[in-house]
């Protein structure tokens, strides 16, 4: 039996795939630090400690991200989208007018709830898009989150290089284009990203597949052509020009295959119209298997939406607590020992990373490097080339040999390690290797453990599990870059006139990346403990997976 024509709210489901990477392209603000730290370390004359601390706080807006976790179950996607562009808006838009002078520098106290601001603003964008794509893809779990989590990736690096291309690398309109850029991207998904049926049969299913890896072709492109422009460096005014305009189409690009299945489905209905016009009778009624095929679809679906169910013991109604791949309340996941070890192997991977996105341009510094804009952007494009293949790579595993996704994490941590080895012992373009490695393995541990916690925990309360997890940035940045990088750091600079201080040299940095290669290793044998422990689980889901695409 052929396709059943694409209707029109298939459509809608794709342009509002294509809006949410938008989105994604524009919300990993909060890696961007770097590029205006020391704008802001010279304009405050901060020491190393009051500079990360106010990385820190940026970080410490995702604490906040429990709000819009329990929103997210409550209110609309528009309403998400929209209270996160606006206090984006505010955040980023104060830092602008400290940092382009249009006002004197705010207090350190006020600039922290700035940076705050801004820091939390990416939660509500974040949760909207991955708790509604997911619900929406709920078959293609690691696809989505590898795509959608390898846009953030690329959104450091396509801020970095059109700020670059078109204003000089200027700290204050780079800032401007922090404030504003995500405020208008996100009005337009909030007309196009609302939550739709998923597919309800194998051949969507398979369709879905398809359209995935044109996305991710289209990724990989931009990916790849962000990072010759980093190469090939300054080519004049307008080279720049030029480069931004082919950006913006390679993203724009995408909005093809929403087009596309518009058409198709116009076309195939006006073909049924005509046949209907002609009288002519069908050869076959509406087969009634394809219907109850998707009412146990649907069954199967609910299923995890009945865990914990009450029972009556000697007369006293009892709620069990869910097996582990079944929908969990909050409290019902904390009495897990699966979602503690998951909490803590997050914590080892994520920490080291914020530190080397939050310490990147003193790391550059202490090395020798005036411009430390190669490395942020080698950070983000590498990272998206984590996200993006662990995601797809990880899926097809499950499928195939039912390999439990926490298995990447517990590579991507040995990886980690090593980058961190090499950092300290400070061979010749270790800052290069690093920055790769770094990137590479920090993408791998957010697309993996995205839908990993579905998985684990359920769809019902994703949006506040995922918030939880998400805790571990800002404790991470507080932990590795707050305390102890920059306690390190400070214990090895020397002060300056203005009131600040310095460093320069691998011992600057040394003794702090052999404790994160040391945190590395713990994480990454957390994460074998987890895949032990969750290996049954991912038989099911393996089996499931093959069960359906033989039907």
């Known amino acids: 039996m052929g396709l059943?024509?694409?209707?029109?709210l298939t459509a809608l489901k794709w342009l509002g795939f294509v809006t949410a990477v938008w989105v994604q392209s524009i919300s990993g603000n909060n890696y961007t630090f770097s590029n205006y730290s020391d704008a802001l370390k010279t304009l405050m004359n901060l020491t190393q400690v009051q500079l990360n601390n106010l990385s820190v706080a940026k970080d410490v807006g995702k604490a906040f991200g429990l709000l819009a976790g329990l929103a997210s179950d409550r209110f609309p996607t528009w309403l998400l989208l929209l209270i996160g562009s606006v206090e984006g808006l505010l955040g980023y838009?104060?830092?602008?007018?400290?940092?382009?002078?249009?006002?004197?520098?705010?207090?350190?106290?006020t600039m922290c709830i700035f940076l705050c601001m801004g820091g939390n603003s990416s939660t509500w964008m974040n949760t909207a898009v991955l708790v509604t794509c997911i619900r929406n893809f709920r078959k293609n779990r690691g696809p989505v989150a590898g795509i959608l989590k390898g846009y953030v990736g690329l959104s450091t690096a396509i801020f970095t290089d059109i700020c670059n291309a078109l204003f000089s690398d200027s700290s204050a309109d780079f800032l401007l284009m922090l404030s504003l850029a995500p405020f208008a991207v996100c009005l337009t998904a909030m007309i196009f990203l609302k939550e739709v049926p998923p597919s309800a049969t194998t051949l969507e299913e398979n369709q879905e597949s398809k359209y995935f890896n044109m996305f991710n072709i289209v990724a990989v492109v931009v990916a790849v052509y962000l990072l010759a422009n980093d190469f090939m460096g300054s080519r004049g005014h307008l080279f720049s020009i030029v480069f931004s305009g082919i950006l913006l189409v390679l993203l724009a690009s995408p909005l093809i295959i929403p087009a596309y299945i518009?058409?198709?489905?116009?076309?195939?209905?006006?073909?049924v119209s005509d046949i209907e016009d002609q009288s002519i009778d069908p050869l076959l009624v509406r087969e009634a298997i394809p219907d109850t095929q998707v009412r146990q679809e649907a069954v199967q679906e609910a299923k995890p939406a009945a865990s914990g169910m009450a029972v009556v013991v000697h007369g006293a109604v009892k709620k069990q607590q869910?097996?582990?791949?079944?929908?969990?309340?909050i409290l019902q996941a904390f009495k897990t020992a699966d979602f503690w070890v998951l909490f803590l192997s997050f914590l080892c991977g994520v920490g080291p990373g914020m530190m080397v996105m939050n310490n990147m341009g003193q790391m550059g510094s202490a090395l020798g490097y005036s411009d430390v804009s190669i490395f942020v952007s080698l950070l983000s494009i590498m990272g998206f080339f984590g996200r993006i293949i662990s995601g797809t790579v990880s899926e097809y595993c499950i499928k195939r040999a039912a390999t439990p996704r926490p298995l990447f994490n517990a590579v991507s941590q040995i990886l980690l390690a090593v980058g961190f080895i090499v950092m300290a012992i400070g061979v010749p373009g270790c800052l290069y290797i690093g920055s790769v490695l770094v990137g590479v393995c920090y993408g791998v541990r957010l697309a993996v453990t995205v839908p990993a916690a579905s998985e684990l925990f359920g769809l019902k309360y994703y949006g506040l599990i995922y918030n939880i997890l998400i805790l571990n940035l800002p404790l991470g940045s507080f932990l590795f870059s707050g305390l102890l990088a920059g306690y390190l750091y400070d214990a090895q600079a020397t002060t300056t006139s203005s009131g600040g201080n310095e460093c320069y040299g691998t011992h600057c940095y040394q003794l702090c990346f052999f404790i994160l290669a040391v945190t590395c290793l713990v994480g990454s044998g957390l994460d074998v403990l987890l895949a032990s422990k969750t290996k049954n689980l991912?038989?099911?889901?393996?089996?499931s997976k093959r069960s359906k695409s033989l039907r």
């Open 262 to 271: 518009a058409i198709k489905s116009w076309s195939e209905k006006r073909t």
């Open 93 to 109: 838009g104060a830092q602008w007018l400290v940092v382009s002078k249009t006002i004197s520098p705010l207090p350190y106290w």
């Open 322 to 329: 869910p097996a582990i791949g079944e929908d969990h309340t």
């Open 538 to 543: 991912y038989k099911k889901i393996s089996m």
């Open 4 to 8: 059943q024509p694409p209707s029109r």
